[in-house]
């Protein structure tokens, strides 16, 4: 056998035969089987004119008509499969369909036992133009197979969408990791898809298939041919990011880049903003080049144009709540059909740090930022005071204000002028404000007196200067400060809120000092303690026991019905001791039958100092 190959989609075999036998047989015969697939024949084909071979006949003289043993013939090639043993019987024969009394000789098999590998480095849909595939394919087969198609296959739809010839390059990484495919130094591939002629869907699932023919034209399948199927991948990613987004008088700057598979169908691209989940401004862009993200992305369509920087415009005050930032590719020029979406994390419109708030005897100074969507026309600026109960105790005009923060331009740059949001203000503490936990609030305000429309953040409480014991002790008085000289005070009360479990000590309208208590437990929304006003009765004394409780306290001083409601110690058992539980929930929980519990020597000041006829104001 002088040649084995295959061109122009024809296998074509050559050699020579020679035998004495062949005097009485004139019919010569190729004959080629699958040794595969249990020695099938394949094909068969008459020799009418036989070559001349002059050299085999010089070499084998005393061999009848060895100078006409010569064959050439050719077979199409599509009825074979290289990838098996094949074998060619070369036949003498006195039959004229090539069988009967016949001389044959096999020669020795070719094809078969080629190992198939291969992988798809890269599908680069990034410039939105052109399907770009690379990757190798190794396979001996090659030798017969010459002719290198790509095809593209929508598996989605079960059926080929694109085919290009491929164009070799040189893989020695492949020829180091199968050094046994000789023709794997030279499997790489690259092809290219022009996507004006490709129709890709969004959603649907690809394959690329390499694939060696022995045809020329088409997609390879009218000729022998073998295939490898990359895995199959899915045209669904969808990425974003934000580069900036930035608050400004006229509305929000936006900058960043979007990419989506789906703008595929839906190549319209709009930025919208949104104000808790509703729509309040939208901006078409025009994508631009972004090679960052074509790097990262180029198995996304169009990842190489998928840059925007625009400026949605809007009132900045409609931002009062928390924005977001909408990415959409939609097929409605209009953007609001068949769309696709993608959505950021929620943008704070109020954001404010209260950074250091110094409380000494006299004075409390306070430095810190506010950043508002609403400060847009609110030029007043202003501290405002809360007590306990959330009631307003005082307020002050900013001064310093509008001061440079560039760390919080930098943190929140997404808030209307966040990067002068500074203030400071150092304030004189009323006597309103003194020995009370209090809550500051920052406001922005249209209103000269700080009311009107305003825009608020609120501090963490802060006591100021706050005599109250801690942790609380019921053998010890509720303050560190001593108790008041009632002889200097000109309107002495005691306000009891039973929600707070305080007892407050009052001057007209001014706290002078605060104990822990205990009232009664709540039962359906109320309290076993009556609400209202009283005043401190004559009946009080050092200690009881009530059987029916099985419990006593001491030092009790009656405030209603004569000895039926008191303020008096934290419960004693029947031997005289406090009890501990009850001790424990001092100022913390209510849970007394009614009366107001109170430490030991808060109740003995009460029993000894407050004189009989001192109002006690008793609420929730």
Not at 324 to 334: H, K, Y
Not at 381 to 408: F, H, T
């Amino acid at each position: 056998m002088d040649n084995v190959s295959v061109k122009n989609n024809q296998l074509q075999l050559s050699g020579w035969h020679a035998n004495n036998g062949t005097a009485n047989k004139k019919y010569h015969y190729i004959i080629v089987i699958d040794k595969t697939n249990n020695n099938r024949e394949l094909a068969r084909q008459r020799i009418t004119e036989s070559i001349s071979r002059p050299d085999v006949a010089k070499v084998y003289p005393e061999i009848y008509q060895a100078e006409k043993s010569g064959f050439d013939v050719k077979l199409t090639a599509s009825l074979f499969n290289f990838n098996h043993q094949l074998q060619v019987v070369d036949r003498y024969t006195d039959d004229p369909a090539g069988n009967g009394n016949a001389i044959d000789y096999w020669f020795a098999p070719f094809g078969g036992g080629f190992a198939n590998q291969g992988w798809v480095d890269a599908v680069n849909l990034a410039d939105g133009n052109n399907v770009q595939i690379s990757g190798w394919h190794a396979n001996d087969v090659t030798q017969y197979e010459q002719n290198h198609f790509i095809i593209l296959y929508d598996q989605t739809a079960n059926q080929q969408v694109a085919v290009t010839k491929a164009t070799s390059f040189t893989r020695p990484d492949v020829a180091k990791a199968y050094p046994d495919i000789k023709t794997a130094g030279n499997s790489g591939y690259q092809a290219e898809f022009d996507l004006t002629n490709v129709k890709l869907l969004s959603g649907h699932s690809y394959s690329v298939v390499s694939r060696y023919s022995t045809a020329l034209e088409g997609n390879g399948d009218q000729g022998a041919y073998t295939d490898y199927w990359s895995n199959s991948f899915i045209l669904n990613t969808k990425a974003n990011y934000l580069d900036q987004v930035q608050m400004t008088k006229d509305g929000l700057k936006v900058a960043g880049w979007m990419v989506d598979d789906n703008s595929l169908m839906q190549p319209n691209a709009y930025v919208i903003i949104l104000n808790n989940g509703r729509e309040i401004a939208r901006q078409q862009v025009k994508l631009t080049a972004r090679p960052d993200v074509a790097k990262v992305y180029p198995g996304v369509f169009n990842s190489l144009n998928s840059g925007f920087n625009t400026l949605v415009k809007f009132d900045p005050q409609l931002v009062n709540g928390n924005m977001q930032v909408l990415l959409r590719f939609s097929a409605d020029p209009l953007g609001n059909n068949n769309y696709s979406d993608q959505i950021s994390n929620n943008y704070s419109s109020n954001v404010g740090s209260f950074d250091q708030i110094d409380v000494n005897k006299a004075t409390v100074s306070i430095n810190g930022w506010h950043a508002s969507n609403q400060s847009v026309n609110k030029p007043y600026q202003y501290l405002l005071a809360l007590g306990e109960n959330g009631q307003e105790l005082a307020r002050w005009k900013i001064a310093e204000k509008g001061l440079v923060r560039s760390d919080v331009a930098k943190a929140i740059p997404y808030i209307f002028n966040s990067g002068e949001s500074g203030y400071r203000l150092s304030i004189d503490i009323p006597n309103n404000v003194q020995h009370h936990t209090v809550r500051f609030i920052h406001r922005y305000t249209d209103d000269p007196s700080s009311n009107g429309d305003y825009s608020d953040i609120y501090s963490n409480p802060v006591m100021v200067n706050n005599f109250m014991r801690t942790p609380i002790d019921y053998r010890q008085p509720s303050e560190y400060a001593p108790y008041p000289d009632l002889k200097t005070l000109n309107n002495f009360w005691i306000h009891v809120k039973i929600g707070n479990n305080r007892v407050y000590l009052m001057n007209n309208n001014d706290v002078v000092y605060t104990m822990y208590c205990t009232a009664g437990y709540y039962d359906h929304g109320v309290s076993t303690t009556p609400t209202g006003t009283f005043h401190i009765q004559n009946e009080r004394g050092n200690s009881f026991f009530n059987r029916s409780l099985g419990e006593g306290a001491n030092h009790w001083t009656s405030f209603l019905d004569h000895g039926v409601y008191l303020f008096h110690t934290v419960p004693t058992d029947a031997y005289g001791n406090y009890k501990p539980y009850e001790a424990s929930q001092l100022g913390i929980n209510q849970g007394s039958h009614g009366c107001i519990r109170l430490s030991i020597p808060d109740a003995a000041w009460i029993q000894y100092n407050v004189p009989t006829g001192t109002k006690v104001v008793i609420d929730n």
